[in-house]
């Protein structure tokens, strides 16, 4: 039950029917007894700035900001942290006691923590990250690779000049960082993907409906861990042929589980957790 007190966050999408995040909260508002609700509302791509801007006035806590509307999150937020500014995106808006909009980005604090979590032994190994793919997704990863200290990135994606331009307008904003990263044809690997610590798959292959990704890992040592952002299915194509060669294997399904957390807490004032019972609710069918 919720009062005339309760407060609101909301995720905004077009469509936003198949956003998980409800899911994500509701099932911590309600494990820790929070007097507050968070609902999908579709925002039309046509008023997408003027919705953004509205949620101080309609009194929301802040939002959630999906597909396709992350840059423009990014443009219509008042003050920006660090993250967002090198991912070029906000997936996450605050409301400030002022009233003015604070974007975050939490995709990718959100894929590490969900590394740190699962398989926190990857940061033993020494190699770069082998990253597919070059959308909004990837740029999160490779920013959050770089600033937990990978030495370097390698950059690979269907459409090179895509990658190129990840890079080029990284370094427009984290020189140090884009000074790390290296594009690389994504069929043709270079040497020191034989030392890779992990490799990521930011694309949408593999997911339900989509073709497997078909990169030639073979060259990967046995140590790399393989994750995917996919999550539908969880045991997608790469991480089958991963596990079926001894490498450890992480599922996408907690990048979204902890992305999730910031702005609950900051909406909220709990700090929430990841664990399997969230994972259950979030899976279950609907
Ligand atoms: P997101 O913001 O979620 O990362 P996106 O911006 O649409 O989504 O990016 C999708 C990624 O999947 C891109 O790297 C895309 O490659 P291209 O830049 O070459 O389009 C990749 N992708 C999608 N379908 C693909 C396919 N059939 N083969 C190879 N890569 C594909």
Redesign the pocket.
């Known amino acids: 039950m919720i009062s005339g007190k309760a407060r609101v966050a909301a995720v905004l999408g077009w469509p936003v029917a198949h956003s998980r995040s409800p899911r994500v909260h509701g099932f911590w508002l309600a494990r820790h007894g929070v007097d507050g609700a968070y609902v999908p509302l579709a925002l039309r791509p046509e008023s997408a700035m003027q919705g953004l801007r509205a949620l101080p006035a309609l009194g929301l806590a802040g939002a959630n900001v999906t ?1 396709p509307h992350k840059e423009t999150a990014f443009a219509a937020a008042d003050l920006l942290t660090d993250r967002a500014r090198r991912i070029g995106a906000v997936n996450t808006l605050i409301v400030q006691e002022d009233g003015r909009l604070l974007g975050d980005n939490t995709d990718g604090f959100g894929f590490l923590a969900n590394l740190e979590q699962e398989a926190p032994a990857w940061r033993a190994n020494q190699g770069p990250a082998l990253v597919i ?6 740029r999160a990863v490779v920013v959050a690779l770089l600033e937990a200290g990978c030495p370097a990135v390698i950059l690979g ?3 090179r000049e ?1 990658a190129e331009a990840l890079r080029l307008a990284l370094a427009g904003v984290a020189p140090e960082l884009a000074a790390r990263v290296r594009v690389v044809d994504w069929d043709a690997l270079p040497p020191e993907a034989a030392n890779a610590a992990l490799v990521v798959n ?4 593999g997911m339900v409906g ?2 497997p990704l078909q990169v030639d890992l073979e060259a990967l040592p046995a140590s790399a861990l393989v994750t995917d952002i996919v999550y539908t299915p969880l045991e997608t194509p790469l991480l089958a042929w991963a596990r079926a060669r001894g490498n450890p294997a992480v599922d996408g399904l907690g990048m979204l589980l902890h992305q999730a957390r910031p702005g609950f807490e900051a909406w909220f004032g709990v700090a929430p957790s990841v664990d399997d019972a969230l994972r259950r609710a979030v899976l279950e069918d609907r």
């Open positions: 597909v793919g070059a959308g909004g997704a990837a994606n269907r459409t895509r930011t694309t949408t292959l989509h073709p």
